[in-house]
């Protein structure tokens, strides 16, 4: 039972490169939503979305970019690093039922120089 | 609209002490409410939830936390804190309406041995 699983674990870019943190689920849950955890600021939302080929903002969407072409899969795109992107990101998933909780994956750690 | 507000960024307990952790939260509508806990270098694991019905919720590890509506509050607590409940703990309030969470700053757990 894999849950939510995130690649890779850790990742230095430099400035302005491009990449995509992945995020797979094998739950069939119809929600997935990326945060992003800095210090003293608890997670904030990116980006959610509730189905395949529907994605929508978060709190913090500026900069990354996001599609969900299947259940399963929710990526992540940064499109041009900046050093204010260094952080730790979380992938999490949900049924859309009313009370349920969140499952997270193990987070990426990323760098940006 | 919904926010959390965890107070005491750091809190240091010696084994066998109780734990005390606070989170109030403001909504416009009775909310769902939970509490996650991150070991070093995990993703967030859920400790418990308050949907409905009792107010008082018990969860993994020995955890509890009480709803209390004329506070609204959402303070989690252990009788008697273990070494293996150094972490950090997160409060999030979700909307009845949808899946998005909000999530409070969170609080970092240290227990003296």
């Known amino acids: 039972n894999a849950g939510v699983t995130q690649t890779p674990k850790f990742q230095v870019l430099k400035t302005g490169q491009s990449m995509t943190l992945q995020c797979a689920q094998d739950m069939n849950h119809e929600y997935m939503s990326w945060y992003r955890q800095d210090p003293g600021m608890g997670l904030r939302l990116i980006h959610y979305?509730?189905?395949?080929?529907?994605?929508d903002q978060g709190e913090v969407p500026n900069g990354y970019n996001v599609s969900r072409s299947t259940t399963e899969d929710f990526p992540l795109r940064l499109l041009s690093a900046a050093p204010s992107q260094t952080s730790v990101y979380f992938c999490?998933?949900?049924?859309?039922?009313?009370?349920?909780?969140?499952?997270f994956g193990q987070g990426t750690r990323l760098t940006v120089v | 609209a919904q926010s959390v507000t965890q107070l005491g960024s750091h809190v240091s307990v010696s084994e066998g002490a109780l734990v005390l952790l606070r989170c109030n939260y403001s909504?416009?509508?009775?909310?769902?409410l939970f509490w996650y806990v991150q070991y070093p270098n995990q993703g967030l694991q859920l400790l418990l939830k308050y949907t409905t019905g009792a107010t008082l919720v018990k969860g993994i590890n020995g955890f509890e936390a009480e709803f209390k509506k004329s506070e609204t509050s959402f303070h989690l607590t252990k009788p008697s804190a273990h070494m293996s409940d150094a972490a950090e703990y997160f409060c999030?309030?979700?909307?009845?309406?949808?899946?998005?969470?909000?999530f409070g700053t969170g609080t970092s757990l240290t227990v003296i041995p």
């Open positions: 999030a309030v979700s909307a009845p309406s949808g899946n998005q969470f909000y």
């Open positions: 979305s509730v189905g395949a080929g529907i994605t």
């Open positions: 909504s416009s509508v009775p909310p769902y």
């Open positions: 999490a998933s949900s049924t859309i039922m009313r009370a349920t909780e969140a499952f």
